[in-house]
């Protein structure tokens, strides 16, 4: 069995997990919505982030632990927030719960807008059915970055100057994702495409991984891995 066909499965099972299968619903006038979770003793924050179909946007800089915007016009596409705190590791999960209206088209709309605090390190992980995700993740405290996709575009965007290193994993489905990472950290990544392939810039074979100048030459103190398949699309890992 070849690889596409071991991928394939993966990358439905997310869609449909995500998506549903109830019938479509009329679009609706905008709805404009914030949530704001204010900064507290949590030194670890886990964000958990499910979202249906739309567009994602998150990126760093929040004054707040996090700082959210919701605008879409599709009734059942309202977002469920849930934030609890141990004092030491607060937990985030956003979610859009609804298994109705999930096929985008027409005037249908949803954008989730999401910052979080630079200071709080994160463990990312992203559930996307339908749509777009950029994550300019640059600035962000990174523990770890997890992204199942299921159609649709992903860019996630990782130059920035770590002090720990973390690891990335991502499950494409269908559609591409562009992975941009800092030139000057090691990187060391396993990546295996689907029908579309995996296409590199600043990073060269090794084995079977692929790994750049900074990981060879162990000029750098801290080290992001990557574990990367993709399904139907290409996959672009970029350190330049």
């Avoid at 985030?92 to 979080?116: A, F, H, P, Y």
């Avoid at 100057?161 to 690891?167: A, L, M």
């Amino acid at each position: 069995m070849s690889k596409t066909l071991l991928l394939l499965p993966v990358a439905s099972f997310a869609f449909l997990g995500l998506t549903g299968c109830g019938p479509l619903e009329e679009a609706g006038p905008m709805q404009h919505e914030t949530k704001d979770i204010e900064l507290d003793k949590s030194e670890i924050l886990k964000l958990d982030v499910r979202l249906g179909v739309g567009e994602l946007k998150v990126s760093g800089g929040a004054k707040k632990l996090v700082e959210a915007a919701f605008d879409y016009n599709v009734p059942s596409w309202k977002p469920d927030v849930s934030y609890s705190s141990t004092g030491f590791r607060g937990n985030l999960r956003i979610e859009q719960r609804s298994d109705r209206g999930t096929s985008m088209g027409g005037n249908q709309k949803c954008t989730w807008d999401i910052r979080v605090n630079d200071a709080v390190a994160t463990d990312f992980d992203f559930k996307f059915g339908v749509g777009e995700a950029t994550l300019n993740l640059a600035t962000a405290n990174i523990r770890s970055l997890t992204l199942n996709m299921g159609v649709g575009e992903a860019k996630i965007d990782l130059r920035g100057k770590p002090t720990k290193d973390y690891n990335v994993e991502v499950r494409g489905g269908v559609g591409e994702a562009t992975i941009q990472l800092p030139k000057d950290v090691a990187i060391v990544a396993e990546a295996k495409g689907g029908i579309g392939g995996i296409e590199t810039r600043g990073l060269m074979k090794d084995g079977d991984r692929y790994v750049n100048d900074a990981y060879r030459k162990r000029t750098s103190p801290v080290t992001i891995r990557l574990d990367v398949k993709g399904g139907v699309g290409s996959i672009n890992l970029i350190a330049e």
